[in-house]
């Protein structure tokens, strides 16, 4: 695509490299998904989900290695404080964390002795904590883990304290959570609702919260619906723009909901993430591949 920026408003024109262009870097997957970006390193890990296993792109080689051969049905990625790997799984219904030597450890699994249904994306706060959407994607089809009833009954948002293991509820009322990003100040947290799939008349749209001292959540509302298709993974950059996946690429969303422009894609775009030595090349996991493309705006410093 030679022109994959569209402007919709004068504040996207200054977020645009004026000779960027869209690069494919890694083709041949099934769904790709849950991009995390490691600068010491070097590296972009993804998830193929239909696939069950991980691959690694290597920034300097640009070759694409297996990470792992079997990841459960990995989906969303993220890093933790210490930089270890943290990770969804589908088909075991966990969220896992990878260990320097490489051995993994299991970080919840369960909720009041209920399994969960199938963890979605993950996000680390400064403080240790970790957040996590669970809807049931991997429980409505064998393409991402298996087929299986929800022991939970609804589709929840969790924290999770490492340090003594407690998993808390931050969010019941969803229908299918997904995506989720905090702010570079961690006073917002964005959660996507992605309930358009599989129900037509479902919800399609990013709601933000207030974030208590004491962890929980306030105040939620509806930010903004995005359109065609489904939001599905977001990021923010260090101005606090939204940048959030659609069926027609990315969307730049302001703070305040106003969409202001378009990063096309020649596929869906499923998530994405910023990378790169100055954390301003975007990464879009496209359904079958990933893309990559420069952008004159700083991803937020999260996990």
């Given at each position: 695509m030679e022109q994959p920026f569209e402007v919709l408003d004068p504040r996207f024109a200054k977020l645009r490299p004026p000779v960027a262009k869209l690069e494919l870097i890694h083709t041949g997957c099934r769904f790709t998904e849950?991009?995390?970006?490691?600068?010491?390193?070097?590296?972009?890990?993804?998830?193929?989900?239909?696939?069950?296993?991980?691959?690694?792109?290597?920034?300097?080689?640009?070759?694409?290695?297996?990470?792992?051969?079997?990841?459960?049905?990995?989906?969303?990625?993220?890093?933790?404080?210490?930089?270890r790997l943290v990770t969804c799984e589908h088909s075991t219904r966990r969220v896992t964390r990878t260990e320097y030597d490489g051995s993994i450890t299991v970080l919840a699994e369960r909720w009041q002795g209920k399994r969960f249904n199938s963890p979605n994306d993950v996000v680390v706060k400064s403080d240790g904590t970790i957040w996590f959407t669970d809807p049931s994607y991997g429980l409505d089809q064998y393409f991402e883990g298996g087929r299986g009833e929800s022991e939970i009954g609804r589709c929840n948002v969790y924290r999770l304290d490492p340090r003594d293991g407690s998993i808390e509820v931050v969010a019941d009322d969803f229908s299918r959570p997904n995506g989720l990003a905090f702010s570079p100040d961690e006073r917002k947290l964005?959660?996507?609702?992605?309930g358009l799939f599989p129900d037509p008349d479902g919800p399609h749209h990013i709601r933000v919260f207030d974030v208590s001292e004491k962890n929980t959540l306030q105040n939620g509302k509806i930010l903004t619906d995005v359109s065609p298709g489904i939001p599905d993974g977001l990021r923010l950059d260090t101005r606090g723009n939204i940048w959030c996946s659609a069926a027609d690429g990315v969307h730049c969303i302001t703070a305040d909901g106003e969409l202001i422009g378009k990063i096309h894609t020649p596929e869906i775009c499923a998530n994405l993430v910023f990378g790169g030595p100055m954390r301003n090349r975007l990464f879009m996991c496209s359904y079958t591949s990933i893309y990559a493309i420069y952008v004159e705006a700083i991803g937020a410093l999260r996990p």
């Amino acid at each position: 695509m030679e022109q994959p920026f569209e402007v919709l408003d004068p504040r996207f024109a200054k977020l645009r490299p004026p000779v960027a262009k869209l690069e494919l870097i890694h083709t041949g997957c099934r769904f790709t998904e849950g991009a995390v970006y490691f600068g010491d390193h070097r590296c972009l890990l993804f998830s193929d989900v239909p696939s069950s296993r991980m691959l690694r792109w290597d920034e300097d080689t640009g070759q694409v290695t297996t990470f792992r051969a079997n990841s459960n049905f990995s989906n969303g990625n993220t890093r933790d404080c210490e930089g270890r790997l943290v990770t969804c799984e589908h088909s075991t219904r966990r969220v896992t964390r990878t260990e320097y030597d490489g051995s993994i450890t299991v970080l919840a699994e369960r909720w009041q002795g209920k399994r969960f249904n199938s963890p979605n994306d993950v996000v680390v706060k400064s403080d240790g904590t970790i957040w996590f959407t669970d809807p049931s994607y991997g429980l409505d089809q064998y393409f991402e883990g298996g087929r299986g009833e929800s022991e939970i009954g609804r589709c929840n948002v969790y924290r999770l304290d490492p340090r003594d293991g407690s998993i808390e509820v931050v969010a019941d009322d969803f229908s299918r959570p997904n995506g989720l990003a905090f702010s570079p100040d961690e006073r917002k947290l964005y959660i996507v609702d992605s309930g358009l799939f599989p129900d037509p008349d479902g919800p399609h749209h990013i709601r933000v919260f207030d974030v208590s001292e004491k962890n929980t959540l306030q105040n939620g509302k509806i930010l903004t619906d995005v359109s065609p298709g489904i939001p599905d993974g977001l990021r923010l950059d260090t101005r606090g723009n939204i940048w959030c996946s659609a069926a027609d690429g990315v969307h730049c969303i302001t703070a305040d909901g106003e969409l202001i422009g378009k990063i096309h894609t020649p596929e869906i775009c499923a998530n994405l993430v910023f990378g790169g030595p100055m954390r301003n090349r975007l990464f879009m996991c496209s359904y079958t591949s990933i893309y990559a493309i420069y952008v004159e705006a700083i991803g937020a410093l999260r996990p």
